[in-house]
């Protein structure tokens, strides 16, 4: 009996207890009438209406019950029906996932094309099959691989396999095509002998820009192949055959690689994420005068760099790993020779689909002959300012020395002169009163040039009391501004011939500070830190924009902050230069120590 006619029977079971009980009930309060003349409705109409309601009612709400119960029933089995698709769905779409994640897994079509297969099978449930192409003819198929499912099989992969019979309706067709009686078809007498024996089968054409270039067979699925089976296949062969386009196509894209690699006018190496060699182009062949099938699978750093550079080179190659680039690094190579090449390095990391690193690229650019050109252009500058500084020192000493004197001499003169005139001439005396103060100012501003050129208290007392000087000297010159002093001895740090430097450095940006900073305060000082000596000269004037640095550099302002540069660059220092418009500038230098004691 159905859920639905139960339901039924439970109603009417319920409404005849409930007549019964009807009567019962009567026949208690009305004693006079008996149970079977209750029971059997002999009362009064209105019972008899009211008892035929209420089964009419219990009735028609079974009847309601059992249809309501019927659809829940036919809902759970439609729910259950869904869940079980979804399942397979699911485990068709996990398979297809698997599929795809072995078309990027493997770096060849047949080792991509045999794990496609092979989830295939598991989830179609085929134990036999094969995967084949066309020949160059198109009239015979290649075979990739056979799997026979287990069962006794002495056809070898290389018997030929015309295409003809159902493998050629389906090459036709471009479409999936099965038969689940295949004993029956006369097809059959194409097996070749020791073919393993066939009940179902199924062929599904790999199709690559509209033709048909090879075939999915399989075989022997238990209770026969099905429209979803073919459907489902269709997916997972069309992930073959986007293996084989995405091989045809890496293969293009690594041939023009190459050719771009090797026909590169610059140094261009390719190593592994361990930093082994993979490629190495003409030009890196040319520069090093070794030969890629020399240093293919070496280790790049031990081969190419001196031991003083392979710990920064280790480095470097952590850092491109960590953060997938590096830009203009400065690293020598080393020849097959011996000799070595100054090259600027960039590199770039690539990563698969997880994101793990698996080739390094890096690109070199000879600058060996911009390096010794620099080279030559500093020792060219040095050799400017030594003779500006020689130049400097004679003309200190020809105003120190000769004109200098000549104004002492001037003066005295003037003096006997104002001696010579008499009371009775009180404007003469005037004049020549004024005359002497004149020489007076005179001679201080070239003793002030002098210093300026050549400061002797440089040579005489170091650098500390020469700078102490210089400041004080601007203070007393520019008595509107605060200047605050922070100076070490420091002296011995630096040769006597290089202590010049500084002191032009400092010179030359407090000239700065006075001519274009209208400023309120400046900060200077001198001090070692660590391994080296910091100096800075700041202020909180007007500023400028930095990126405009270039065009404000013009001879006429003197060697300015290009000077400053070269000067630091001599000493194997750094400069640094901040500023901002209306926020004042900072300018600050550091110089490696090079101790040597200061000889008085």
Same mark, same amino acid.
């Given at each position: 009996?159905?859920?639905?006619?139960?339901?039924?029977?439970?109603?009417?079971?319920?409404?005849?207890?409930?007549?019964?009980?009807?009567?019962?009930?009567?026949?208690?309060?009305?004693?006079?009438?008996?149970?079977?003349?209750?029971?059997?409705?002999?009362?009064?109409?209105?019972?008899?209406?009211?008892?035929?309601?209420?089964?009419?009612?219990?009735?028609?709400?079974? /009847? @309601?019950?059992?249809?309501?119960?019927?659809?829940?029933?036919?809902? +759970?089995?439609? $729910? #259950?029906?869904? &869940?079980? =698709? *979804?399942?397979?769905?699911?485990?068709?779409?996990?398979?297809?996932?698997?599929?795809?994640?072995?078309?990027?897994?493997?770096?060849?079509?047949?080792?991509?094309?045999?794990?496609?297969?092979?989830?295939?099978?598991?989830?179609?449930?085929?134990?036999?099959?094969?995967?084949?192409?066309?020949?160059?003819?198109?009239?015979?198929?290649?075979?990739?691989?056979?799997?026979?499912?287990?069962?006794?099989?002495?056809?070898?992969?290389?018997?030929?396999?015309?295409?003809?019979?159902?493998?050629?309706?389906?090459?036709?067709?471009?479409?999936?095509?099965?038969?689940?009686?295949?004993?029956?078809?006369?097809?059959?007498?194409?097996?070749?002998?020791?073919? /393993? @024996?066939?009940?179902?089968?199924?062929?599904?054409?790999?199709?690559? +820009?509209?033709? $048909? #270039?090879?075939? &999915?067979? =399989? *075989?022997?699925?238990?209770?026969?192949?099905?429209?979803?089976?073919?459907?489902?296949?269709?997916?997972?062969?069309?992930?073959?055959?986007?293996?084989?386009?995405?091989?045809?196509?890496?293969?293009?894209?690594?041939?023009?690689?190459?050719?771009?690699?090797?026909?590169?006018?610059?140094?261009?190496?390719?190593?592994?994420?361990?930093?082994?060699?993979?490629?190495?182009?003409?030009?890196?062949?040319?520069?090093?005068?070794?030969?890629?099938?020399?240093?293919?699978?070496?280790?790049?750093?031990?081969?190419?760099?001196?031991?003083?550079?392979?710990?920064?080179?280790?480095?470097?190659?952590?850092?491109?790993?960590?953060?997938?680039?590096?830009?203009?690094?400065?690293?020598?190579?080393?020849?097959?020779?011996?000799?070595?090449?100054?090259?600027?390095?960039?590199?770039?990391?690539?990563?698969?689909?997880?994101?793990?690193?698996?080739?390094?690229?890096?690109?070199?650019?000879?600058?060996?002959?911009?390096?010794?050109?620099?080279?030559?252009?500093?020792?060219?500058?040095?050799?400017?300012?030594?003779?500006?500084?020689?130049?400097?020192?004679?003309?200190?000493?020809?105003?120190?020395?000769?004109?200098?004197?000549?104004?002492?001499?001037?003066?005295?003169?003037?003096?006997?002169?104002?001696?010579?005139?008499?009371?009775?001439?009180?404007?003469?005396?005037?004049?020549?009163?004024?005359?002497?103060?004149?020489?007076?100012?005179?001679?201080?501003?070239?003793?002030?040039?002098?210093?300026?050129?050549?400061?002797?208290?440089?040579?005489?007392?170091?650098?500390?009391?020469?700078?102490?000087?210089?400041?004080?000297?601007?203070?007393?010159?520019?008595?509107?501004?605060?200047?605050?002093?922070?100076?070490?001895?420091?002296?011995?740090?630096?040769?006597?011939?290089?202590?010049?430097?500084?002191?032009?450095?400092?010179?030359?940006?407090?000239?700065?500070?006075?001519?274009?900073?209208?400023?309120?305060?400046?900060?200077?000082?001198?001090?070692?830190?660590?391994?080296?000596?910091?100096?800075?000269?700041?202020?909180?004037?007007?500023?400028?924009?930095?990126?405009?640095?270039?065009?404000?550099?013009?001879?006429?302002?003197?060697?300015?902050?290009?000077?400053?540069?070269?000067?630091?660059?001599?000493?194997?220092?750094?400069?640094?230069?901040?500023?901002?418009?209306?926020?004042?500038?900072?300018?600050?230098?550091?110089?490696?120590?090079?101790?040597?004691?200061?000889?008085?």
């Amino acid at each position: 009996m159905r859920p639905s006619q139960r339901v039924i029977v439970a109603c009417l079971v319920v409404a005849s207890g409930v007549w019964i009980l009807d009567a019962l009930v009567d026949q208690w309060f009305f004693y006079e009438i008996s149970f079977v003349d209750s029971l059997l409705g002999v009362t009064t109409p209105q019972e008899i209406y009211t008892r035929l309601v209420m089964v009419i009612v219990l009735l028609g709400f079974g /009847v @309601a019950m059992a249809r309501f119960y019927g659809r829940l029933q036919e809902r +759970e089995k439609q $729910a #259950v029906s869904a &869940l079980n =698709l *979804a399942r397979m769905r699911q485990a068709e779409t996990a398979a297809l996932l698997e599929a795809s994640r072995a078309v990027m897994g493997h770096r060849t079509f047949a080792a991509g094309a045999r794990a496609i297969f092979d989830h295939c099978r598991e989830v179609i449930g085929a134990p036999a099959g094969y995967i084949s192409l066309s020949d160059a003819t198109g009239t015979q198929n290649e075979v990739v691989f056979l799997e026979a499912g287990g069962l006794p099989c002495t056809v070898s992969e290389g018997t030929p396999m015309p295409i003809r019979g159902l493998r050629a309706e389906a090459y036709e067709a471009k479409r999936v095509i099965y038969d689940n009686n295949f004993t029956q078809n006369p097809y059959t007498a194409f097996l070749p002998e020791g073919h /393993v @024996a066939v009940d179902n089968v199924l062929f599904a054409p790999l199709v690559l +820009e509209g033709k $048909a #270039v090879g075939l &999915l067979g =399989l *075989a022997n699925k238990p209770g026969g192949f099905t429209d979803h089976d073919a459907v489902l296949v269709k997916q997972l062969q069309n992930e073959m055959t986007e293996r084989e386009r995405a091989e045809a196509l890496l293969k293009a894209s690594e041939a023009r690689f190459r050719t771009m690699l090797q026909t590169a006018g610059s140094f261009i190496i390719t190593l592994t994420p361990e930093g082994r060699i993979r490629e190495f182009n003409r030009e890196a062949e040319r520069v090093t005068g070794w030969k890629r099938q020399e240093v293919a699978g070496q280790d790049a750093v031990s081969l190419l760099l001196s031991k003083d550079q392979q710990a920064l080179a280790v480095k470097e190659l952590q850092k491109v790993l960590d953060t997938g680039i590096i830009r203009s690094i400065e690293m020598p190579i080393r020849t097959k020779e011996g000799s070595e090449r100054t090259f600027l390095w960039n590199a770039d990391v690539i990563r698969d689909l997880s994101q793990q690193a698996v080739e390094i690229i890096a690109v070199g650019y000879d600058i060996t002959e911009r390096k010794l050109a620099e080279e030559k252009l500093r020792l060219l500058t040095s050799q400017l300012l030594m003779a500006q500084e020689n130049e400097r020192r004679r003309l200190s000493r020809e105003l120190h020395d000769e004109l200098g004197q000549s104004l002492l001499v001037l003066k005295m003169q003037a003096r006997t002169l104002e001696r010579q005139i008499s009371p009775e001439q009180p404007q003469l005396q005037e004049n020549c009163r004024r005359a002497l103060a004149y020489i007076d100012v005179i001679i201080d501003n070239v003793r002030r040039l002098s210093r300026d050129l050549s400061p002797a208290i440089l040579e005489d007392l170091g650098l500390s009391a020469a700078l102490h000087r210089l400041l004080e000297e601007f203070r007393r010159h520019h008595d509107t501004l605060q200047v605050e002093v922070e100076l070490e001895p420091v002296g011995q740090y630096i040769p006597r011939d290089q202590q010049i430097n500084i002191y032009r450095l400092f010179q030359e940006a407090l000239t700065n500070v006075a001519k274009h900073a209208r400023a309120v305060r400046v900060w200077a000082g001198l001090k070692k830190q660590e391994e080296a000596l910091v100096g800075w000269v700041a202020d909180d004037g007007a500023g400028f924009d930095l990126a405009e640095l270039p065009t404000r550099q013009r001879p006429k302002k003197g060697l300015g902050l290009a000077a400053m540069e070269e000067r630091v660059r001599i000493l194997g220092g750094s400069l640094q230069v901040s500023s901002r418009p209306g926020q004042g500038t900072r300018i600050e230098f550091s110089i490696p120590l090079n101790r040597q004691d200061d000889q008085p």
